[in-house]
């Protein structure tokens, strides 16, 4: 037992041995028997070291979940849960492979195990190196977007896109190295690629049109996550941009995937990024209605408009009589309400409509149906 606690130590890099005597001769005949190519302290020394690695990694991910409670807890956020898994994740196989490297020149391996055991530690370094970076890149993205989330729409468009490049960028680069590492002539493939090239824009036009299209959201910036676009006969709030498409849910409620190619060369209504909202209404009387009664509806809505309280923008109300046809009278009511959403809207256009409701109130004023269309001379 002795002899193994030395083992121990020396595994750890206590040194509590002469450097220069054979590790073989340090733990006696008992210990040197062979097994599966390997020494018996040697099997013993690869258990201890797989159960320090694991220890390591459990103990870092720990460390990492509660330094993120601890920010949580100081006010800053919350991390989504796919980030803080990648995060912790990497961090945790990256200190295994730490621990794995720093040991295993102590076990003195044969040579193939050796390289067998490296090859491994090497994937698990590479995976780790790419997930410990997606979840560090997402969690500045969440943090640009929980500081951007008020301020401008472009930040909103901005993060999300830049977010997925970014990504697709970094697991491309893992790949790469994951390639070379496994004996892949990754220059050589880079250089086929350049030869093939052509061919394979041709055999993936649409991809690679869809890719310039996002390219187009990202620096025109023709819309942002949760504005109201209609793209064609596409009309709805936009959820989601991907590398590929864009997702909208229409006010039915379906969900559109839109290839960012169509953007390419489609026309772009944004209502989200609208300044103010004009409301229109037209407001019929009959012939038999006063035409004093009438000027005091009309009076009686300018007042109402040029009070800030009702939302309307200052000096860009109308209220007028512009309207005769064969069977009624016309008022124009029109008016801007600057807000921000279309929910404000409705409730400044409700007041509107109760207002005009209660204007038209006096009896000398008969309401009418506007006449349809095809009715008008």
Known sequence: MKKLLLGVACLLGVGVTSAQEPVADRYGDHFSAMFLGLALWQWI???????LSLLGAGVTQILARRAMRLRERFGHGKFAKPTARSFRRGAGLLVLTFIWYAGMPQLELPRHTALNLQL????????????????????????????????????????PVTRKLVRFVIQIIGLLVALGTFGVNVTGLL???????????????????????????????????????????VEGVVEEINLRSTRIRT???????????????????????????????????????????????IDTLRAYLEDPATGAMEGRSVVHMNDLTETSIGVLVQCFFEVESY?????LREKLMQRI??????????????????EVP
Request: glycine letters at 8%.
């Open 45 to 51: 020394g690869l258990g201890i070291l797989l159960v």
């Open 120 to 159: 491994v530690a090497e994937a698990l370094t590479i995976a780790g190196g790419v997930l410990f970076v997606l979840g560090l890149w997402d969690a500045v993205c969440e943090v640009l977007v929980g500081k951007a989330s008020n301020v401008a729409r472009a930040e909103r468009l901005l993060v």
């Open 191 to 233: 250089a086929g690629l350049g030869i093939g090239g052509l061919v394979v824009a041709l055999a993936a036009k649409d991809s690679v049109e869809n890719i310039f299209g996002s390219l187009t959201i990202l620096f025109d910036m023709p819309f942002a996550l949760g504005d109201w676009v209609k793209i064609d006969k």
């Open 251 to 297: 006010f039915e409620d379906s969900m559109i995937t839109l290839p960012n190619s169509n953007l390419i060369k489609a026309s772009v209504e944004n209502f989200g990024a609208r300044r103010f909202r004009r409301q229109k209404l037209s407001v019929r009387f009959a012939y038999d209605s006063s035409p004093a009664a009438i000027q005091g509806f």
């Open 343 to 347: 929910a404000e809207e409705l409730v």
């Open 357 to 374: 409701l209660l204007a038209a109130r006096e009896p000398k004023l008969i309401f009418v149906p506007a006449p349809h269309p095809k």
